[in-house]
């Protein structure tokens, strides 16, 4: 069965720091692109950043320089490492995990992170 469990998420004063965690199931993790997605209210889900297989990045051209993503091979788990954050950061964050060679995609439950003084 495929888990992914986020962590991390909490309510931070702007300009704060956050890193949120994502463990995954092994036998998916190393198969997988990893992405960080993100859901404001009232607003669609969007891509927040990816890392392929072999550590390709990639990032939403608004949040490059404060976001960073990363995997641990070792511990099944994507991080995102989250700097300066913003009131408009605000957003469910959700870790997703697509198989590279199905295309078979999975998602965890999501966690919150609010910004807020």
């Known amino acids: 069965q495929v888990q992914l469990v986020e962590s991390g998420g909490g309510l931070v004063q702007p300009g704060g720091s956050l890193r949120l965690s994502c463990a995954a199931s092994?036998?998916?993790?190393?198969?997988?692109?990893m992405g960080w997605y993100r859901q404001a209210p009232g607003k669609q889900r969007e891509l927040v950043a990816a890392i392929t297989t072999s550590g390709t990045t990639n990032y939403a051209d608004s949040l490059k320089g404060r976001f960073f993503v990363s995997r641990d091979k070792a511990k099944n788990t994507v991080y995102l490492q989250m700097n300066s954050l913003k009131p408009e950061d605000t957003a469910v964050y959700y870790c997703r995990a697509t198989i590279v060679y199905s295309g078979s995609a999975y998602w965890g439950q999501g966690t919150q992170v609010s910004v807020s003084s």
């Open positions: 092994g036998s998916i993790f190393s198969a997988s692109t």
